[in-house]
């Protein structure tokens, strides 16, 4: 019963490379987040999706592209990553109206 | 700006007293929803109270909602040691086909035993 998995879980890039963070749910739930969280700030709203082929912009959406071919997979990119984008980054998926099941976490150091 | 700020920021009490937190946010809702972390670890679901509803209960945990006020709080009965963690309220907002689910800051609650 894997519920949602982020991979990689610890990813370590240089400024200006790029990269592509999985988020795989197996609960067959409509929508899907990506949350940024850094000390003090709570959790963030990056980008949203809710549904196959639709994604919508959250709270802190510059710098990340998202996408969501499959039901399953809500991917996000960082096209050129920068210092600022160090971060923990969670994903979640539910159901409409219920419940969020969250991912275990992916830490960005980005030097 | 977020949509759910928490109240206190942090929270100190001894093993069996209870702990309030609260909540408020700006907009109307659809739900809203507390959650706890722990330390390094991914959120986990503690309990959803809908719009049309007051005060919901689960377990050692009750949670009212004021949409008049556009508050919440959660209280936590009878703390344990292993209670100590962060709490989260996040809101459920409907706009048009999206639903966004936005969070606060968080409340950091540490139970002395």
């Known amino acids: 019963n894997a519920g949602v998995t982020q991979t990689p879980k610890f990813r370590v890039l240089k400024t200006g490379q790029s990269m592509t963070l999985l988020c795989a749910q197996d609960?067959?739930?409509?929508?899907m987040y990506w949350y940024r969280q850094d000390p003090g700030m709570g959790l963030r709203l990056i980008h949203y999706s809710v549904g196959e082929g639709t994604t919508a912009k959250g709270e802190v959406p510059d710098g990340y592209n998202v996408s969501r071919l499959k039901k399953q997979n809500f991917l996000l990119g960082l096209e050129s990553a920068a210092p600022s984008q160090t971060s923990v980054y969670f994903c979640a998926s539910r159901f409409p109206g219920l419940e969020a099941f969250f991912g275990q976490g992916t830490r960005l150091t980005v030097v | 700006s977020q949509q759910g700020e928490e109240d206190p920021q942090a929270l100190s009490i001894q093993e069996g007293e209870n702990a309030t937190m609260n909540c408020s946010y700006k907009t109307s809702i659809n739900n809203l929803q507390w959650y706890r972390q722990n330390s390094g670890r991914g959120l986990v679901h503690l309990i959803l109270i809908r719009s049309n509803e007051r005060e919901k209960h689960s377990g050692r945990l009750r949670v009212t909602l004021d949409t008049s006020k556009k508050s919440s709080s959660l209280l936590i009965t009878a703390s344990r040691a292993a209670d100590t963690a962060s709490y989260f309220c996040?809101?459920?907002?409907?706009?048009?086909?999206?639903?966004?689910?936005?969070f606060g800051k968080g409340i950091t609650l540490s139970v002395r035993p």
């Open positions: 609960m067959n739930h409509e929508y």
């Open positions: 996040a809101t459920a907002v409907y706009t048009g086909a999206n639903s966004k689910l936005t």
